[in-house]
């Protein structure tokens, strides 16, 4: 009776080079499982899992309800699906998610990695984004199960910020020393780095917003 989907490719490069892999991952298998959803008696509540690469990235602070406009292949996949979902009439949340942050993988992983060696470590000051704590991510779906009278297009991040500064927040957490992070400039014209992705999280979660205790304990988890 429930359904959560996070299937699906988010290699921005690969996909923005060819477009028919996104179709077929990203796009063909959203059709398909509301067409299976459909054939089925039972009622079932879908969690889809979005992105805040729905956005145009230019201005940051996107609510839920703000205009869509994608801009990369990616982007366009998951808006694709969003709007079938909503089509469909079915029991569904859109969750747009914003830079899950988990020490096993993604940024926060090698950035931790990186941490370890004596490297100089160079992060971009001119993009910003929502880094999300893992487990705060989770409670979010949870808050959608546990209350199915919530339906519709959600957004859930932390607190919007720059590479740079989310690194350094990381390293003095994690006891390192900040002075071999070195501030850089992404080339946001010509690549899928965008100036500001960051989301306004939607009121129904709110209390949920991971702060700096969060990420102190999702860095405990870094081995």
Same mark, same amino acid.
């Not at 477009?19 to 054939?39: A, G, H, I, Q």
């Not at 509540?45 to 996107?62: A, T």
């Not at 880094?131 to 959600?154: D, H, M, Y």
């Given at each position: 009776n429930l359904i959560i989907w996070?299937?699906?490719s988010k290699n921005l490069t690969q996909l923005q080079s060819n477009p028919t892999l996104s179709y077929t /991952?990203? +796009?063909?298998?959203?059709? =398909? /499982?509301?067409?299976?959803? +459909?054939e089925i008696r039972n009622p079932i509540r879908l969690i889809y899992i979005s992105s805040d690469y729905v956005f145009d990235g230019q201005c940051g602070g996107y609510r839920s309800t703000d205009s869509r406009a994608p801009n990369t292949v990616y982007g366009k996949s998951k808006m694709f699906a969003e709007d079938r979902i909503l089509e469909s009439g079915n029991d569904a949340v859109c969750?747009?998610? *914003?830079?899950?942050?988990n020490p096993h993988g993604g940024f926060l992983g090698w950035f931790l990695d990186k941490l370890q060696s004596d490297e100089v470590i160079s /992060?971009? $000051?001119? $993009?910003? &984004?929502?880094p999300t704590v *893992? *487990? *705060?991510f989770n409670s979010a779906i949870c808050r959608f199960i546990e209350q199915p009278i919530l339906k519709?297009? &959600? @957004? &859930?991040g932390g607190p919007a910020m720059s590479r740079f500064d989310f690194g350094c927040l990381v390293a003095r957490l994690s006891g390192k020393n900040i002075e071999r992070?070195?501030?850089?400039?992404? =080339? !946001? +014209? @010509?690549? !899928?780095?965008?100036k500001n992705l960051s989301l306004l999280t939607s009121v129904e979660l709110l209390d949920l917003v991971p702060g700096v205790y969060e990420l102190k304990e999702e860095l405990n988890r870094y081995d």
């Amino acid at each position: 009776n429930l359904i959560i989907w996070l299937a699906g490719s988010k290699n921005l490069t690969q996909l923005q080079s060819n477009p028919t892999l996104s179709y077929t /991952l990203n +796009e063909r298998p959203v059709v =398909d /499982l509301l067409k299976v959803m +459909e054939e089925i008696r039972n009622p079932i509540r879908l969690i889809y899992i979005s992105s805040d690469y729905v956005f145009d990235g230019q201005c940051g602070g996107y609510r839920s309800t703000d205009s869509r406009a994608p801009n990369t292949v990616y982007g366009k996949s998951k808006m694709f699906a969003e709007d079938r979902i909503l089509e469909s009439g079915n029991d569904a949340v859109c969750l747009r998610a *914003s830079a899950i942050m988990n020490p096993h993988g993604g940024f926060l992983g090698w950035f931790l990695d990186k941490l370890q060696s004596d490297e100089v470590i160079s /992060l971009y $000051t001119n $993009t910003f &984004f929502s880094p999300t704590v *893992s *487990s *705060s991510f989770n409670s979010a779906i949870c808050r959608f199960i546990e209350q199915p009278i919530l339906k519709g297009v &959600f @957004n &859930f991040g932390g607190p919007a910020m720059s590479r740079f500064d989310f690194g350094c927040l990381v390293a003095r957490l994690s006891g390192k020393n900040i002075e071999r992070l070195h501030p850089a400039l992404a =080339d !946001t +014209e @010509n690549s !899928t780095f965008h100036k500001n992705l960051s989301l306004l999280t939607s009121v129904e979660l709110l209390d949920l917003v991971p702060g700096v205790y969060e990420l102190k304990e999702e860095l405990n988890r870094y081995d």
